[in-house]
């Protein structure tokens, strides 16, 4: 009978054991905050309608657009100075990296104010940040308000929305056009009054990329040569064709 009751205790509670053993650790890791305020100069204020906007974003690249690494919307945006807290996951902070505060207000979905300047942060330190703006000048009209401008492609027609590689689109006040296609740099000659751009003349370099980026490529130069009206607002571009189609569409580049 004591075999039976030694036998027991050694093998009935040595897996209970072995599995209490075999639990792991939690490893997930803790969320990270930064915080801080926005401000500006002016001694206005701001209407019920706006809305403020401020991201934590990666921006080592310079050729690149930036990685958002932790976003805040505040609406109604209420008065300067406006408290903000952007939550992240540290896991993706790397040292080599750079990485900036860039924050905006908008007004019925028209740019106001702007984070005209780098704002350069350790994203893992616990000091509060200070972020001036700066006021954008009412809106241009017609051709100004898209001249001069570096815009990064978010849709094409027929490819849909962009990710990467990301493409860019610039018109100088002269009329020479062109960018950084996903592939191939590329040139063009536009044509832009209040409402209305063509775009012709198109060409480019001859390198070589995946098929699935020369599609892509094609597809922006297709678009482009179908440019008939255009339209600027909230600190985006939109391009239609001849039917009033969205073909295009466009950030501007920080």
Not at 144 to 155: D, F
């Amino acid at each position: 009978m004591l075999d039976r009751i030694a036998e027991f205790f050694v093998f009935g509670f040595v897996p209970l054991i072995v599995g209490i053993l075999a639990v792991p650790e939690l490893s997930v890791a803790a969320e990270k905050t930064v915080r801080g305020e926005v401000v500006y100069r002016e001694r206005i204020a701001l209407p019920p309608s706006a809305v403020l906007s401020v991201q934590l974003a990666d921006v080592s690249l310079a050729d690149a657009p930036a990685r958002i690494i932790g976003e805040q919307k505040i609406k109604p945006a209420g008065q300067v100075p406006i408290s903000f807290e952007i939550k992240f996951d540290p896991s993706v902070i790397r040292p080599q990296m750079t990485y900036a505060l860039q924050a905006r207000i908008t007004v019925d979905d028209r740019l106001m104010f702007i984070s005209d300047v780098r704002h350069q942060v350790d994203p893992l330190t616990d000091a509060p940040q200070t972020i001036v703006l700066k006021m954008t000048a009412p809106a241009a009209a017609g051709a100004a308000s898209m001249l001069g401008q570096s815009w990064l492609v978010e849709y094409i027609d027929g490819i849909g929305e962009i990710r990467e590689p990301q493409a860019t689109f610039r018109i100088g006040k002269s009329g020479k056009a062109g960018g950084n296609g996903p592939c191939n740099v590329y040139f063009a000659t536009a044509r832009v009054d209040d409402r209305s751009i063509s775009i012709s003349d198109i060409g480019s370099t001859y390198k070589a990329c995946a098929p699935e980026v020369m599609a892509e490529e094609k597809a922006l130069f297709d678009a482009l040569a179908k440019a008939a009206s255009y339209k600027v607002d909230a600190g985006r571009l939109t391009i239609s064709d001849k039917d009033g189609r969205e073909i295009l569409r466009f950030s501007a580049a920080s």
